[in-house]
Nanobody
């Protein structure tokens, strides 16, 4: 059974940084595309970044939404089974519950319905 566990959330002042980690267990990470999503209070869940596995080449390609591009960086360590999200220059609008989600065998998608497994979420709170 595949499980995802997020860690690294917390409270930080605006302009600060946090590093979230998503640990996949129950299978080898290298087969999976992993997306990071967030849901702010009163808003729909949105994707912020994704590490996509190309099933034809077995290469990986990273995607980052324009809203966080230049501030958030996704990275994968297949050996450790983790996909991290480094978040810099955080602002109040980044306050949300952050989730990681896994999809196999396809590439990343903005559609959260196609992700098979989800973590429990980790809270990120940015204060002024």
């Amino acid at each position: 059974q595949v499980q995802l566990v997020e860690s690294g959330g917390g409270s930080v002042q605006a302009g600060g940084s946090l590093r979230l980690s998503c640990k996949l267990s129950g299978d080898a990470l290298n087969y999976w595309s992993i997306g990071w999503f967030r849901q702010a209070p009163g808003k729909q869940r949105e994707r912020v970044s994704c590490s996509s596995r190309d099933t034809s080449t077995t290469d990986y390609e990273d995607y980052t939404e324009d809203s966080v591009k230049g501030r958030f960086t996704i990275s994968r360590d297949n050996g450790k089974g983790t996909v991290d999200l480094q978040m810099n220059s955080l602002n109040l609008e980044d306050t949300a519950v952050y989730y990681c989600a896994a999809r196999r065998p396809s590439i990343c998608s903005e559609d959260e319905a196609v992700y098979r497994y989800w973590g429990q979420g980790t809270q990120v709170t940015v204060s002024s």
